[in-house]
């Protein structure tokens, strides 16, 4: 079955275009112009990914991503919207974004970053569903993660930034290399602070003590690794 998008787009003259562009590329395509008819359809339609506008009448879209990721919905998410500043760039990536396009911005870019991402949901299906991290263990399949029997909530990309930290145990990644396999080649974007941002968010969700970290570290000057298991 063919990949659907939701595109939740107030501009009239983007979202036709989007929507052109994406059906002749196969997709299925469903669109919303305001925040309130897109959360509903988010929640309804279950779409592969979404396409979200910032600036939206009714209700922004950090507004629609906090509701979406409290309820546990995970479709990945593009955030669309005319900011460049790196602050409104981080705020969405620590909201649960998964990628973030400025406007004005290429129909191809932005083609290139769904497809990016719509590889890697499909790709973390076929690796290793369970890890064990000291005392939290984390099911990338279901998007769970439990530490000492309390469930703990990570983001959909803070999950595949451990992921592949899971997949390089006892190697050193550096930061170049998470922004490859984490946001793909095509990356523009996401810089190597917010990397840094969303390690630190993790590491206070694993470690039991994130400012004496034991098992992802900081090696200076190149990147993280994560320990093996003692």
Same mark, same amino acid.
């Given at each position: 079955?063919?990949?659907?998008?939701?595109?939740?787009?107030?501009?009239? %003259?983007?979202?036709?275009?989007?929507?052109?562009?994406? =059906?002749?590329?196969?997709?299925?395509?469903? &669109?919303?112009?305001?925040?309130?008819?897109?959360? #509903? *359809?988010?929640?309804?339609?279950?779409?592969?990914?979404?396409?979200?506008?910032?600036?939206? /009448?009714?209700?922004?879209?950090?507004?629609? *991503?906090?509701? &979406?990721?409290?309820?546990?919905? *995970?479709?990945?998410?593009?955030? &669309?919207?005319?900011?460049?500043?790196?602050?409104?760039?981080?705020?969405?990536?620590?909201?649960?974004?998964?990628?973030?396009? $400025?406007?004005?911005?290429?129909?191809? =870019?932005?083609?290139?970053?769904?497809? $990016?991402?719509?590889?890697?949901?499909?790709? #973390?299906?076929? =690796?290793?569903?369970?890890?064990?991290?000291?005392?939290? $263990?984390?099911?990338?399949?279901?998007?769970?993660? @439990?530490?000492? %029997?309390?469930?703990?909530?990570?983001?959909?990309?803070?999950?595949?930034? *451990?992921?592949?930290?899971?997949?390089?145990?006892?190697?050193?990644? $550096?930061?170049?290399?998470?922004?490859?396999?984490?946001?793909?080649?095509?990356?523009?974007?996401?810089?190597?602070?917010?990397?840094?941002?969303?390690?630190?968010? @993790?590491?206070?969700? &694993?470690?039991?003590? /994130? #400012?004496?970290?034991?098992? @992802?570290?900081?090696?200076? %000057?190149? %990147?993280?690794?994560?320990?093996?298991?003692?």
């Amino acid at each position: 079955m063919n990949k659907s998008l939701l595109i939740i787009e107030d501009n009239p %003259g983007i979202r036709m275009s989007l929507q052109d562009e994406f =059906e002749s590329q196969g997709y299925r395509v469903m &669109l919303a112009d305001n925040g309130a008819s897109g959360l #509903s *359809l988010a929640q309804e339609l279950e779409p592969d990914l979404i396409i979200l506008d910032i600036m939206l /009448p009714g209700m922004d879209g950090y507004e629609i *991503l906090k509701k &979406l990721r409290s309820r546990g919905d *995970l479709p990945p998410v593009i955030m &669309l919207t005319v900011k460049n500043k790196e602050i409104d760039k981080v705020l969405g990536l620590e909201l649960g974004a998964d990628d973030y396009v $400025t406007k004005p911005f290429s129909v191809m =870019e932005l083609s290139a970053r769904v497809k $990016t991402i719509l590889r890697r949901t499909e790709s #973390s299906g076929k =690796e290793p569903g369970i890890s064990h991290i000291g005392n939290t $263990t984390v099911d990338f399949q279901r998007y769970e993660a @439990i530490k000492n %029997g309390k469930r703990i909530d990570y983001t959909p990309l803070e999950l595949h930034i *451990l992921q592949v930290m899971v997949k390089h145990r006892g190697k050193v990644l $550096t930061r170049d290399q998470l922004l490859e396999q984490v946001w793909g080649k095509e990356n523009t974007v996401v810089s190597l602070r917010t990397i840094d941002s969303h390690v630190a968010s @993790i590491r206070k969700k &694993l470690e039991d003590n /994130p #400012s004496s970290p034991v098992h @992802i570290m900081n090696i200076r %000057g190149v %990147g993280y690794k994560l320990t093996d298991p003692a």
